[in-house]
């Protein structure tokens, strides 16, 4: 079997990631500008996450946490690997056709329980009507994981990485169409995303039938396959929607004050960049390679491939860490900062973007813990870790509103989001020195820091001195992107003096064909 190439993979799921993220950017520019903070993007926000949070159970999180390592196992070693995919997906499919059917009749109950602020106003029936248009997603999405954990485990990263990028490109077209054409943009929206869904789920099914798994619908049967698939899948479904389970109680706890769903949404959304381009691509690519060095009984490889991992996710999150504390208020003024979004606004999501900023190496770093995990069919453990990170969040969320009103959640998320890798940090050690960092991840992840510290006060002095000029029309793209350019060369110029970045070491890696990181 051709190995994973571990650093190419992380680029190639890491460029379709920014590029969809970049698109999300500009989706959720003209959302913010067409739209803007009030009872509509409330009301859209509530209704398009109920979507969201469940695929991330029934696709990228339970499903796949379980199907991959099976799958690959299968595939490695040649027992029928086509006849397990289609099981699979048979189960899969009518779960979660079930799963939409009583989500079209329930919705009203299911925007009461994760935004109960909204009852007895406007948003309430609007979430309900958004909800039953966008909630079909979950069927396509979930299908298109399935057919994404074949395409990876077989080394295959570009088609999968790419499918999210249609549901932005097509969200983008229909506003700016709705706005042409004079309808209402937030109809044009709604409608489009099911849409959308259709389209990434052929994209992944024709890519994995060519690869030869080719799967079509059928009845599901329970063989003893599928009840294993199930038994792991259960408990990380939970490990796996943490994040997005936080998310829902941030919403329920600040959906009775004004604007507030609309904040977070926006701020959360802003984080969610360099959380995707690095946190998802280390999670893609790392869970297959453990599971298949691990097999194989390749316990060096399995603990590099883990070091590195970690390596490349701080390179990239602990300097975007830095400029979310230093120039939060730039960042957001100059991105979303027009139309129907005013001054208010920016500053509440500036705040926000910077609590959420400060969680984001944690929220990385689950990514790359949780695959020691599923890699060996272990779905309890961080089952266990999540229910403690939840009901942290869930305490601090609800207590300290009254104290700090609608950004306790984003402080509550940050601190459950450290805790998380705190007990999956200290429970993976039980599994040996392949599940521990080695000397040079700790040596490079300190200078990692240091550079990214020295960058962030760079930024923030400049922003200080020069401030107005994010400010006017004329030129506040143009310093922004001044501003980005001057934080990459800082911080990639100390890295490389202070030992922080090899560039040699990529650049060796990617002609070796990106099997490591130096």
């Given at each position: 079997m051709k190995p994973i190439k571990l650093l190419s993979g992380f680029l190639t799921v890491g460029f379709w990631t920014l590029a969809s993220r970049?698109?999300?950017?500009?989706?959720?520019i003209l959302i913010t500008a067409y739209i803007g903070p009030g009872p509509l993007m409330d009301a859209f926000v509530a209704a398009f996450r109920l979507p969201n949070m469940f695929r991330r159970f029934f696709a990228e999180g339970a499903f796949n946490a379980a199907f991959v390592p099976m799958f690959a196992k299968r595939l490695?070693?040649?027992?029928?690997?086509?006849?397990?995919?289609?099981?699979a997906f048979n189960l899969l499919a009518i779960t979660v056709l079930l799963l939409v059917g009583l989500g079209m009749v329930f919705m009203p109950a299911l925007v009461w329980a994760t935004a109960g602020g909204f009852v007895g106003d406007a948003r309430f029936d609007l979430a309900v009507g958004y909800g039953q248009i966008v909630f079909p997603y979950i069927l396509c999405m979930s299908l298109a994981a399935l057919f994404s954990g074949v395409l990876n485990a077989t080394g295959r990263f570009a088609a999968a990485a790419a499918a999210p990028v249609l549901l932005n490109i097509f969200a983008c077209a229909a506003m700016v169409a709705g706005a042409v054409l004079?309808?209402?943009?937030?109809?044009w929206l709604v409608w489009t995303i099911p849409v959308a869904g259709v389209a990434q789920l052929a994209l992944v099914w024709i890519a994995a039938s060519r690869t030869g798994i080719r799967l079509r619908p059928g009845l599901p049967r329970w063989t003893p396959q599928m009840k294993n698939l199930v038994r792991v899948a259960l408990p990380a479904a939970l490990a796996m929607g943490v994040t997005q389970i936080n998310l829902v109680v941030g919403q329920q706890v600040a959906s009775d004050i004004e604007n507030a769903v609309s904040w977070l949404f926006v701020a959360d959304r802003l984080y969610q960049l360099p959380l995707g381009v690095v946190g998802i691509a280390i999670g893609i690519v790392l869970l297959p390679d453990l599971s298949r060095r691990l097999r194989a009984g390749d316990d060096a490889g399995a603990r590099d491939a883990f070091s590195r991992a970690g390596e490349f996710s701080l390179l990239l999150t602990l300097p975007s860490t830095a400029a979310f504390l230093a120039v939060p208020l730039v960042l957001v003024s100059v991105l979303y900062e027009r139309g129907a979004t005013g001054a208010d606004d920016v500053a509440a999501i500036a705040l926000a973007v910077a609590i959420y900023g400060a969680g984001l190496p944690a929220f990385v770093l689950q990514k790359v813990l949780q695959p020691l995990f599923f890699a060996r069919e272990d779905t309890r453990s961080p089952f266990r870790y999540a229910v403690v990170a939840m009901v942290i969040n869930a305490v601090l969320a609800f207590g300290l509103k009254p104290y700090l009103g609608w950004i306790a959640p984003a402080i509550a998320a940050t601190v459950a989001g450290w805790t998380?890798?705190?007990?999956?940090w200290l429970g993976a050690r039980r599994m040996g020195?392949?599940?521990?960092?080695?000397?040079?991840?700790?040596?490079?992840?300190?200078?990692?820091?240091?550079?990214?510290?020295?960058m962030g006060a760079v930024l923030f002095g400049v922003v200080q001195q020069f401030g107005w000029l994010f400010y006017l029309p004329s030129w506040r793209y143009l310093a922004l992107l001044g501003l980005i350019v001057l934080g990459a060369v800082v911080y990639f110029g100390v890295g490389q003096i202070i030992g922080a970045v090899r560039l040699a070491d990529l650049r060796r890696s990617v002609r070796r064909g990106g099997a490591g990181m130096g």
């Open positions: 970049i698109l999300g950017f500009l989706r959720e490695e070693s040649g027992e029928d690997p086509q006849g397990f995919a289609q099981e004079g309808g209402e943009v937030i109809s998380m890798v705190a007990c999956l020195e392949v599940a521990r960092f080695d000397q040079r991840f700790y040596d490079r992840s300190l200078r990692i820091l240091t550079a990214s510290a020295i």
